[in-house]
């Protein structure tokens, strides 16, 4: 499987405050202004496999079988100086299978317990990542296994595991909880935050 690009969003506010002083007394007058600078933080966060890619050239497997337990691991990197932030990552399935297949595999993939999924398609990590001056690891799954009673209808077939990753800033952000869950991201209009209407925003 390729290195798939990460999207890193980042949710922030931008301050610039001008305060003005100023008197007048008889002869005398007086002025000052001051500018409080703000600088923005930021989310940085980086997607591997570290384990698959070490064991497998090119992430790549070949002549896998049926009940084969494969070690898959894919690692969201939160990078050291982030702000404070939330994750959820998205795993499909390439369409080379069916819906019937792709959704045994899914079942076949070890999620860890921390994270949840949603209606969107989305698994929310549910731990908020905090601040930190070193490197902080999330892995989303680490094991796939190969259906048990897939045969000769996917003989030499190739298919993918994809799994993107995104981020978003914590502070001043409140995701979507469901029965103490947090199972979705909108702003505060109530607009789900996705990659595509940040970008739109951002520019």
Known sequence: MKKKSII????AVSLIAVIGVGSTLAYFTDNDT???VVTMGHVEIELDEPQFSEENENNTIE?????????KDPTITVVAGSESCYL?????????LNAEQAAELLENIN???????SE???YYYQNKVEKSDKDQK????????IPELWGNEVANLTFEINVSAEAIQADNFVPTETDGKITGWYTSDGDAVTV???KETAE
Do not use: C, H, M
């Open 196 to 198: 595509e209407t940040y």
């Open 120 to 122: 969107d398609g989305y």
């Open 34 to 36: 001051a500018t409080n």
């Open 111 to 117: 999620i860890g317990e921390k994270w949840v999924l």
């Open 88 to 96: 959820r990552a998205k795993i499909e399935i390439s369409e080379t």
């Open 63 to 71: 002549d896998v079988v049926p009940n084969q337990e494969i070690t």
């Open 8 to 11: 890193s969003l980042i949710a």
């Open 138 to 145: 999330v892995v989303l799954f680490d094991k796939v296994v």
